[in-house]
């Protein structure tokens, strides 16, 4: 069975608690994203996701942004996964880092760690101009995909960079290759990803013929559009997408061999002629205590 991550870009959840609460309560998906959350600390994460779920918020700070509403980003995640905040590797954007570990459902055993980012790059944010955004979570993604070279990633959000068309790839995992990259902003975009070595999943467009929402990971992953039943009600730039893991067997490493002494087995009586035969005292008398315990 795979490993189902929900994404959305809500456009705001303050108002719509209830409709959004009550089909997250119908859902089955393992991993809950949500960008644009525009959510206050009065909020509560119940009033959002039932006990299935543990929560992790990075709301906007309107004080910062000189804003009163945007912004806002949420990974929810089911329970029986181990789940690792890491705030260290936040940037100044708004973006949330998790290291998730993902069990086989089947087994409950030999896990796959991913480290889970949702980012949601704004335009309008005046605290910060874009570029600065952009530029901050690129040197932050690119140190912390150095210093962890053997893990696997998963980066979804919303960068906000409609005029980068993505077309099918020539190769087999069915990720998309950019093109019309042109601005500083989305060759500096596209130069990191490649660097990396991460890949693009989302090909599915918005109401404008555009992709604003991306899905970049260095392992193959599937996504398909959910705007036919998404937990709130879709916005025009941003359909609801659902991208599943498939759950890989993760080869143990194989046990170090260990010799077993089998002492119900051994032949007592041929052992006590054995030791009757040596005299102790003599074998004794010339050495220490540690000498003799070695010996015997």
Known sequence: MDISIYYQNARGLRTKTTEFYRNVCASTFDVIVITETWLLDSVFDTELFDARYVVFRRDRDYSATKLTRG???????????????????????????????????????NCLDIYLCVLYLCKENLGLSFSQQLQNFLTSLNNVVISNPLSRFIIVGD????????????????????????SPNEILLIDEIRSLNLRQYNGNHNHFGKILDLVLSNIIVHVTDFSGDP?????????????????????SLSPAPRRKILFNRGDYSAINRELSTIDWVAEFSSRNLEECISFF
């Open 71 to 109: 912004g806002g980003v949420l990974i929810a995640v089911r329970r029986d996964f181990k789940v690792i905040p890491k705030v260290n590797y936040h940037s100044t954007a708004e973006d949330l880092w998790l290291l998730v570990s993902l069990f086989n459902k089947n087994k409950n055993k």
């Open 159 to 182: 960068f906000n960079l409609s005029n980068i068309k993505w077309t099918p790839s020539s190769t087999s995992d069915k990720s998309f290759e950019p093109s019309n990259h042109s």
């Open 231 to 251: 937990l709130v009600p879709i916005d025009k730039h941003h359909g609801a997408l659902v991208i599943n893991i498939p759950n890989q067997q993760i080869s």
